[in-house]
Structure formats: structure tokens, C-alpha cells
T-cell receptor, first 113, second 114 residues
Framework: DAGVTQSPTHLIKTRGQQVTLRCSPK?????VSWYQQALGQGPQFIFQ???????QRGNFPDRFSGHQFPNYSSELNVNALLLGDSALYLC????????????FGPGTRLTVT | GENVEQHPSTLSVQEGDSAVIKCTYS??????FPWYKQELGKRPQLIID?????GEKKDQRIAVTLNKTAKHFSLHITETQPEDSAVYFC?????????????FGQGTILTVHP
């Protein structure tokens, strides 16, 4: 039973560039949530996808966008990167009709220089 | 929106002692409260959770208690071991239209000394 996977593991980008991060949910899960975790902080909710639609969103600008595919995998896109976007980006999967448990992937460490 | 406060920010105990981490939340509609353990460089791992219709839940050496009236919940670890050393995060899910949106506390760095 495969857990949540994310790619790439690490990424270094320059200010102003664009980045795409990928997530495959745990087998059987249909909902994907994205979180940003700055160093020394708790994860912050970016948005959640279910049935290929963004269901809800946290306090992040429109530079952050996403997509969910028919196989439930998901992408997070960030445009016009800022230094402050440097963080660990975590994907969590869950079952929409489940008990609410979210299981996290290993994350993508993004560094913006 | 929901706000979760977590204390203490650091906690140091001797092996075999108990550890308690406390969290308060602001949204009375919150109904699901998970706890995550994050070791250095690793993913947050769900270790226990509790729902608003339950006051206490135990799983071997860990337990969580919830006081809905006071809007606070706590993680209790008994007989601590060095491998319990990690950062622990509490979180709250407000449910309803915010179902699935976890709001996290700031984390507690737990160090268990052998």
C-alpha cells in the first residue's frame, strides 16, 4: 500500500521564476491538501482539491495555484517566486468521506535565491 | 478563522517521565483535533486524534484529552523514551465549509534525555 509521494525532493529557483510541485495521494484517497511549512513553524494550509476542483483555500495569493488529475494526483504551481516562498511544501491526502485523517508526504524543499 | 495556540514551545524531560503539551483553539465549531509528530527532516506523522464527541482517547503510551467548554486539548506521553524526541504539532479542523482545512499550532520541541 503506497503512501503519499511527492516530487521533487529539493528544488532551487531564482526570484521571479515559476515552479511546479507534484503529489500522488495514498492509495484509495481522493482528496489532496497542500501546506507550506516555513522553518520552525507549523504547516499552513494553502488549498484543497477534491473531484478535480479547488474546494477551499487558505490565505495565499493567486500566485499559488493547483490542479488535480482524474487519478487524484495533484500539482502545486507557484508563479513569480519571492524569497519568502522558500519553505517545505507538504501534500496531505485523505478520504472525502472518511473520518478526516490526513496523511502527509515527505515534502518538497523549495529554496528561492 | 481558526487560531490554535500551543504550549510549551520546548519541553525537556528525563527518560521515563511524562510529557504534556497543551493547545487552545478559537473556533467553537472545530470538531476534529489531530496530533502530529515530526522528526528532523521527515514528514509529519499522525500519532493520535480526537473528535469533539469524545473527551479522552488513549493509544498505548499516548493519550489526548479534549475540553470543549474551555476549547483546549492536550497530548500526554507517559514513560517517555529517547525516540519520542521530535517536534509535536496539534491541529484543529473546523469542519463544515472548512472541512479538511487543518490549522496547526506552532509546535513543541520535545527532548527526552536518556
Amino acid at each position: 500500500d503506497a503512501g503519499v509521494t511527492q516530487s521533487p525532493t529539493h528544488l532551487i529557483k531564482t526570484r521571479g521564476q515559476q515552479v511546479t510541485l507534484r503529489c500522488s495521494p495514498k492509495s484509495g484517497h481522493d482528496t489532496v491538501s497542500w501546506y507550506q511549512q516555513a522553518l520552525g513553524q507549523g504547516p499552513q494550509f494553502i488549498f484543497q482539491y477534491y473531484e478535480e476542483e479547488e474546494r477551499q483555500r487558505g490565505n495565499f495569493p493567486d500566485r499559488f495555484s493547483g490542479h488535480q488529475f482524474p487519478n487524484y494526483s495533484s500539482e502545486l504551481n507557484v508563479n513569480a517566486l519571492l524569497l519568502g516562498d522558500s519553505a517545505l511544501y507538504l501534500c496531505a491526502s485523505s478520504l472525502e468521506r472518511g473520518a478526516g485523517e490526513q496523511y502527509f508526504g515527505p515534502g518538497t524543499r523549495l529554496t528561492v535565491t | 478563522g481558526e487560531n490554535v495556540e500551543q504550549h510549551p514551545s520546548t519541553l525537556s524531560v528525563q527518560e521515563g517521565d511524562s510529557a504534556v503539551i497543551k493547545c487552545t483553539y478559537s473556533d467553537s465549531a472545530s470538531n476534529y483535533f489531530p496530533w502530529y509528530k515530526q522528526e528532523l527532516g521527515k514528514r509529519p506523522q499522525l500519532i493520535i486524534d480526537i473528535r469533539s464527541n469524545v473527551g479522552e482517547k488513549k493509544d498505548q503510551r499516548i493519550a489526548v484529552t479534549l475540553n470543549k467548554t474551555a476549547k483546549h486539548f492536550s497530548l500526554h506521553i507517559t514513560e517517555t523514551q529517547p525516540e519520542d524526541s521530535a517536534v509535536y504539532f496539534c491541529a484543529a479542523d473546523a469542519g463544515g465549509t472548512s472541512y479538511g482545512k487543518l490549522t496547526f499550532g506552532q509546535g513543541t520541541i520535545l527532548t527526552v534525555h536518556p
